[in-house]
């Protein structure tokens, strides 16, 4: 195949930055092909995206060298405009930040506009890009008013209206529910194949990219690793190594300690269940004798007839909801984007007021719940990392003791022994918004917790987060229950890694209303679950052909021979 | 109404939101100025502007803009109330020696012309929407970096607020209501504005880098959709411009009368 794009000897220092962000980087993509990039946090991924586009050196200043050729032309020189006119795109992380005009088809036109077109050829080359990502029929509608998933579609579609050779795409999916992060696997392959567009897209999901994906580029600390077929890349332990994880079902096979390479997915996937054929023990998991969720009394939070409706919505986000949260337990809830999932939330933390119901802590209702802020029940909203504004990490984590009045003394124990339990008493007197991503998390979230509540409910948490990070978190948060008695809820879309936590519970919403409230392994394997937005998880798809589709979980599966946890 | 309702751009086929921008702007300017003049101008803005808010937008909208401004205009009549007072004290005192009635009138004038003012801005606000605004701007020839300037900060309004509210939640949550209300005050103004000064200003750094992506901005930025200068338009401005002209009139041909009466 031609080459597409090639980079020879790349190397880049951010101004100001004592280290190389790429170190000579050499790289040739070919035309028409599918990448996928991926790699630890801070690896240098969205750098060489920028190197690509042209964003580093013109727009990110700091010590640049090395050659760039777009179909064999040299672009190195060339500014970002010039290289978007020479055929590159880019979708970024937040579709929000790409919102650069509030009507979609004025978005999807915003780019095209800017180059001088015909106002027909505008008109014309948005309407195709719509039609592309198959959102045309929301020509006129406000763009801030829809879904992620379909914010990120516009944004695809704006980016397809430049008519690019070459489409780079950093994250697209952080933001979406599982089946939309699906969907739009679908849409680039078939952007890939039907237009001919060479994609390079950077990715933490790899379960809806594997597939797709011609060749995997695996970047640690600025330089490529290996470039390889993404069924030989993720047959090496290199990604999990590095803590980028890896697709589910090359877990399953490292599992079943089978050391050859296979030739296609297809003989991948049979020969796991061939494999589980041969084991005539395995034993099934019996649902009807787990321990009825519903059936324990004195809840620490409980919900009744909540009704919600937004000003200016015709509808209620939530109808008639009725949960209860009991002591020391884990729960998840779960729902495709705009279910009502962070509406629930801020009600169950007494933030906003239900339309009609009761909240009760405790037995009592939850009147002056400002006063409990802090002390009984915990919010923790989606990106937490936002709060941090002091000078050390020690003293954000102490500003929430010290406003609750609590003693010098007492707040230093509390402090220390936190950091000592999320592991960040080294980063004591770190600025905490120097640290990486997973630090700063666990920071914000270590200093909700030192408050020691009753309980707490935490909104995605782990939202576009390296695999390792979002599992180190959840079993900080395991072992905090463990010794604290305090209730964490945990509003999450990531079905993967919820399988591999051990919930006492996971709650469905859909359009306001309880779906189902009950052991992950009979929400998880419903039959009609994507209809709910969630996919249902790699390994319980994959065992439902040997009738062992109550096994959601890598961990639970790797138990069945030997309790080797090799996912980890 | 929440403050972030305030000044944003509310999707509807009135004549209102059809209207020229240049027309609009116009008209605010003409109102903003004149209600300087004299009660019965001030008056009629005000009649005027709450008609066009009820026809533009709603009547419920307009009656909780001047609930939720209450309290506020509230505390700025007793203030001026007092300071006018104090200001001409040779005056009949409601109360003495606090309030006078020439301070309490002088107040009363200050909080109409606040009033009118925020419903003319909201007026502006929640008919044009930011491609109105900016399709209009490049017709007066702006330069696009300004434009876009303007028009991204109408954009980006109600993505600021969430964010704000984001982050007023996540450190409520860490005991800030148990303090008194002066210290919680100070400790909420800290601990919110300074995380989300940082916050704006890394979202500024990524949409800066999705402009620059976009090839924005651009000279040879294309107007997509201008909304012309109707007949409509011309009619009813020239009809207010007459209607303020007469009041302004008005009430000089009375003050003389007055005068030769005396």
Same mark, same amino acid.
Request: positive net charge.
């Given at each position: 195949?031609?080459?597409?794009?090639?980079?020879?000897?790349?190397?880049?220092?951010?101004?100001?930055?004592?280290?190389?962000?790429?170190?000579?980087?050499?790289?040739?993509?070919?035309? $028409?092909?599918?990448?996928?990039?991926?790699?630890?946090?801070?690896?240098?991924?969205?750098?060489?995206?920028?190197?690509?586009?042209?964003?580093?050196?013109?727009?990110?200043?700091?010590?640049?060298?090395?050659?760039?050729?777009?179909?064999?032309?040299?672009?190195?020189?060339?500014?970002?405009?010039?290289?978007?006119?020479?055929?590159?795109?880019?979708?970024?992380?937040?579709?929000?930040?790409?919102?650069?005009?509030?009507?979609?088809?004025?978005?999807?036109?915003?780019?095209?506009?800017?180059?001088?077109?015909?106002?027909?050829?505008?008109?014309?080359?948005? $309407?195709?890009?719509?039609?592309?990502?198959?959102?045309?029929?929301?020509?006129?509608?406000?763009?801030?008013?829809?879904?992620?998933?379909?914010?990120?579609?516009?944004?695809?579609?704006?980016?397809?209206?430049?008519?690019?050779?070459?489409?780079?795409?950093?994250?697209?999916?952080?933001?979406?529910?599982?089946?939309?992060?699906?969907?739009?696997?679908?849409?680039?392959?078939?952007?890939?194949?039907?237009?001919?567009?060479?994609?390079?897209?950077?990715?933490?999901?790899?379960?809806?990219?594997?597939?797709?994906?011609?060749?995997?580029?695996?970047?640690?600390?600025?330089?490529?690793?290996?470039?390889?077929?993404?069924?030989?890349?993720?047959?090496?332990?290199?990604?999990?190594?590095?803590?980028?994880?890896?697709?589910?079902?090359?877990?399953?096979?490292?599992?079943?300690?089978?050391?050859?390479?296979?030739?296609?997915?297809?003989?991948?996937?049979?020969?796991?269940?061939?494999?589980?054929?041969?084991?005539?023990?395995?034993?099934?998991?019996?649902?009807?004798?787990?321990?009825?969720?519903?059936?324990? $009394?004195?809840?620490?939070?409980?919900?009744?007839?909540?009704?919600?409706?937004?000003?200016?919505?015709?509808?209620?986000?939530?109808?008639?909801?009725?949960?209860?949260?009991?002591?020391?337990?884990?729960?998840?809830?779960?729902?495709?984007?705009?279910?009502?999932?962070?509406?629930?939330?801020?009600?169950?933390?007494?933030?906003?007021?239900?339309?009609?119901?009761?909240?009760?802590?405790?037995?009592?209702?939850?009147?002056?719940?400002?006063?409990?802020?802090?002390?009984?029940?915990?919010?923790?909203?989606?990106?937490?990392?936002?709060?941090?504004?002091?000078?050390?990490?020690?003293?954000?984590?102490?500003?929430?003791?010290?406003?609750?009045?609590?003693?010098?003394?007492?707040?230093?124990?509390?402090?220390?022994?936190?950091?000592?339990?999320?592991?960040?008493?080294?980063?004591?007197?770190?600025?905490?918004?120097?640290?990486?991503?997973?630090?700063?998390?666990?920071?914000?979230?270590?200093?909700?917790?030192?408050?020691?509540?009753?309980?707490?409910?935490?909104?995605?948490?782990?939202?576009?987060?390296?695999?390792?990070?979002?599992?180190?978190?959840?079993?900080?948060?395991?072992?905090?229950?463990?010794?604290?008695?305090?209730?964490?809820?945990?509003?999450?879309?990531?079905?993967?890694?919820?399988?591999?936590?051990?919930?006492?519970?996971?709650?469905?919403?859909?359009?306001?209303?309880?779906?189902?409230?009950?052991?992950?392994?009979?929400?998880?394997?419903?039959?009609?679950?994507?209809?709910?937005?969630?996919?249902?998880?790699?390994?319980?798809?994959?065992?439902?052909?040997?009738?062992?589709?109550?096994?959601?979980?890598?961990?639970?599966?790797?138990?069945?021979?030997?309790?080797?946890?090799?996912?980890? | 109404?929440?403050?972030?309702?305030?000044?944003?751009?509310?999707?509807?086929?009135?004549?209102?939101?059809?209207?020229?921008?240049?027309?609009?702007?116009?008209?605010?300017?003409?109102?903003?100025?004149?209600?300087?003049?004299?009660?019965?101008?001030?008056?009629?803005?005000?009649?005027?502007?709450?008609?066009?808010?009820?026809?533009?937008?709603?009547?419920?909208?307009?009656?909780?803009?001047?609930?939720?401004?209450?309290?506020?205009?509230?505390?700025?009549?007793?203030?001026?109330?007092?300071?006018?007072?104090?200001?001409?004290?040779?005056?009949?005192?409601?109360?003495?020696?606090?309030?006078?009635?020439?301070?309490?009138?002088?107040?009363?004038?200050?909080?109409?012309?606040?009033?009118?003012?925020?419903?003319?801005?909201?007026?502006?606000?929640?008919?044009?929407?930011?491609?109105?605004?900016?399709?209009?701007?490049?017709?007066?020839?702006?330069?696009?970096?300004?434009?876009?300037?303007?028009?991204?900060?109408?954009?980006?309004?109600?993505?600021?607020?969430?964010?704000?509210?984001?982050?007023?939640?996540?450190?409520?949550?860490?005991?800030?209501?148990?303090?008194?209300?002066?210290?919680?005050?100070?400790?909420?103004?800290?601990?919110?504005?300074?995380?989300?000064?940082?916050?704006?200003?890394?979202?500024?750094?990524?949409?800066?880098?999705?402009?620059?992506?976009?090839?924005?901005?651009?000279?040879?930025?294309?107007?997509?959709?201008?909304?012309?200068?109707?007949?409509?338009?011309?009619?009813?401005?020239?009809?207010?411009?007459?209607?303020?002209?007469?009041?302004?009139?008005?009430?000089?041909?009375?003050?003389?009368?007055?005068?030769?009466?005396?």
């Amino acid at each position: 195949m031609d080459d597409g794009i090639e980079l020879k000897d790349i190397e880049f220092k951010y101004r100001g930055k004592g280290t190389y962000a790429l170190r000579k980087i050499n790289l040739s993509i070919s035309a $028409k092909s599918f990448y996928l990039l991926i790699g630890p946090s801070g690896c240098g991924k969205s750098t060489l995206l920028r190197v690509i586009n042209g964003l580093i050196p013109n727009y990110y200043h700091g010590n640049f060298s090395g050659k760039i050729y777009l179909f064999g032309k040299d672009i190195t020189g060339f500014s970002v405009r010039e290289r978007t006119r020479e055929g590159i795109s880019t979708v970024l992380q937040f579709p929000e930040d790409q919102v650069l005009a509030r009507k979609v088809w004025r978005n999807v036109a915003f780019g095209p506009a800017n180059f001088g077109l015909a106002r027909e050829e505008i008109i014309r080359r948005a $309407k195709w890009a719509l039609k592309q990502v198959d959102m045309i029929q929301y020509w006129d509608h406000d763009i801030m008013k829809l879904s992620s998933g379909q914010k990120q579609k516009i944004i695809l579609a704006s980016a397809l209206a430049m008519k690019p050779k070459l489409l780079l795409l950093d994250e697209p999916t952080s933001q979406m529910d599982p089946v939309s992060a699906e969907n739009f696997a679908f849409l680039l392959k078939e952007i890939n194949e039907s237009l001919g567009v060479t994609i390079l897209l950077v990715e933490h999901r790899f379960d809806e990219f594997y597939k797709i994906a011609h060749q995997v580029i695996l970047m640690n600390n600025g330089n490529i690793v290996k470039i390889d077929s993404p069924l030989r890349i993720f047959y090496t332990d290199l990604p999990r190594k590095l803590g980028v994880g890896e697709p589910k079902i090359f877990s399953l096979i490292k599992v079943l300690k089978k050391d050859r390479v296979f030739k296609s997915f297809e003989e991948l996937e049979k020969k796991i269940l061939l494999e589980l054929q041969d084991i005539e023990s395995l034993p099934k998991k019996n649902l009807a004798n787990m321990r009825d969720v519903n059936k324990r $009394k004195n809840p620490v939070l409980s919900l009744r007839g909540i009704r919600y409706k937004y000003k200016g919505n015709k509808d209620y986000t939530l109808k008639d909801i009725n949960l209860d949260f009991y002591e020391g337990e884990f729960v998840a809830i779960v729902g495709k984007n705009g279910s009502g999932k962070t509406t629930l939330a801020k009600i169950a933390a007494g933030i906003i007021k239900p339309k009609s119901g009761v909240v009760s802590f405790k037995g009592k209702p939850l009147i002056n719940s400002k006063k409990l802020f802090g002390r009984r029940i915990i919010y923790c909203p989606q990106n937490p990392e936002l709060m941090l504004f002091n000078q050390t990490v020690y003293d954000e984590i102490a500003f929430g003791l010290k406003n609750l009045g609590f003693s010098r003394d007492i707040v230093h124990k509390k402090v220390n022994k936190i950091m000592r339990f999320f592991g960040l008493s080294n980063l004591k007197d770190s600025y905490p918004l120097s640290l990486s991503g997973g630090e700063k998390l666990r920071v914000a979230i270590a200093s909700l917790l030192v408050l020691e509540p009753d309980i707490m409910i935490l909104d995605e948490p782990t939202r576009g987060l390296d695999w390792s990070i979002k599992l180190d978190l959840v079993r900080y948060l395991r072992e905090y229950l463990k010794t604290s008695g305090s209730s964490i809820v945990l509003i999450s879309h990531d079905v993967e890694l919820l399988v591999e936590v051990d919930l006492d519970r996971v709650v469905l919403i859909d359009d306001g209303k309880i779906i189902m409230d009950s052991h992950k392994e009979q929400i998880f394997t419903q039959p009609n679950i994507k209809s709910y937005g969630i996919k249902p998880p790699v390994i319980s798809t994959l065992l439902q052909k040997m009738d062992l589709e109550n096994i959601v979980g890598l961990n639970e599966f790797a138990s069945l021979f030997g309790g080797k946890k090799a996912w980890q | 109404m929440a403050i972030n309702s305030y000044f944003i751009y509310e999707e509807k086929d009135t004549f209102w939101h059809r209207m020229n921008v240049g027309i609009k702007i116009l008209l605010v300017l003409i109102s903003i100025i004149s209600i300087w003049f004299n009660l019965k101008i001030l008056l009629f803005t005000l009649i005027l502007f709450t008609f066009i808010l009820i026809t533009g937008a709603s009547l419920s909208r307009f009656i909780s803009i001047i609930k939720s401004m209450l309290p506020f205009l509230v505390i700025i009549f007793l203030l001026n109330s007092y300071f006018y007072s104090v200001l001409y004290t040779d005056e009949i005192y409601i109360l003495y020696p606090y309030l006078t009635y020439y301070g309490v009138y002088l107040a009363g004038i200050t909080v109409l012309r606040l009033l009118v003012m925020i419903l003319v801005l909201d007026f502006f606000f929640i008919t044009t929407s930011p491609e109105d605004l900016e399709d209009f701007l490049l017709k007066i020839r702006l330069p696009h970096s300004i434009v876009l300037a303007i028009t991204l900060m109408f954009n980006f309004i109600p993505t600021i607020y969430e964010e704000i509210s984001r982050i007023k939640d996540a450190q409520m949550m860490r005991g800030i209501y148990n303090l008194s209300f002066l210290k919680r005050l100070k400790l909420q103004v800290y601990s919110i504005v300074l995380p989300m000064i940082l916050s704006a200003l890394n979202r500024a750094g990524r949409i800066a880098e999705a402009l620059e992506l976009s090839g924005a901005p651009s000279a040879e930025r294309v107007i997509l959709t201008y909304k012309g200068i109707k007949l409509s338009d011309v009619l009813i401005t020239i009809f207010i411009i007459l209607i303020i002209i007469s009041l302004a009139f008005f009430n000089y041909a009375t003050d003389n009368m007055l005068i030769l009466l005396y």
